[in-house]
């Protein structure tokens, strides 16, 4: 079993800053891609910002510029630093990692529970 468990969400007022973190655990030989995607009340889920095991990073273009996403490979981890905050980056916030648990396995994607950020005044 894998598990992604995020951690770091809050309410913030505009402007504001906010750090996410997402530590994937269990039964894990090796994790590809990382990512963070969210989902705001009545919209679609939306990729947020992603980043490869190189570190390649993708960002949304809504969030460049703001948000910054980085990866601790050895602790499986990502991180999201979220600033100049707007009211718009409100939503549930989830984690995504594409993991393979064998060495000669097929990876796979698993989810976080999710995290909610709420930016208002």
């Known amino acids: 079993q894998v598990q992604l468990v995020e951690s770091g969400g809050g309410l913030m007022q505009p402007g504001g800053s906010l750090r996410l973190s997402c530590a994937a655990s269990?039964?894990?030989?090796?994790?590809?891609?990382m990512g963070w995607y969210r989902q705001a009340p009545g919209k679609q889920r939306e990729l947020v910002a992603m980043?490869?095991?190189?570190?390649?990073?993708n960002y949304a273009d809504s969030v460049r510029g703001r948000f910054t996403i980085s990866r601790d490979n050895a602790k499986n981890t990502v991180y999201l630093q979220m600033n100049s905050l707007k009211p718009e980056d409100t939503a549930v916030y989830y984690c995504?990692?594409?993991?393979?648990?064998?060495?000669?396995?097929?990876?796979?994607?698993?989810w976080g529970q999710g995290t909610q950020v709420t930016v208002s005044s």
């Open positions: 269990g039964s894990i030989f090796s994790v590809s891609a």
């Open positions: 980043t490869t095991s190189g570190n390649n990073t």
């Open positions: 995504n990692g594409v993991v393979r648990q064998t060495w000669n396995g097929f990876y796979h994607a698993y």
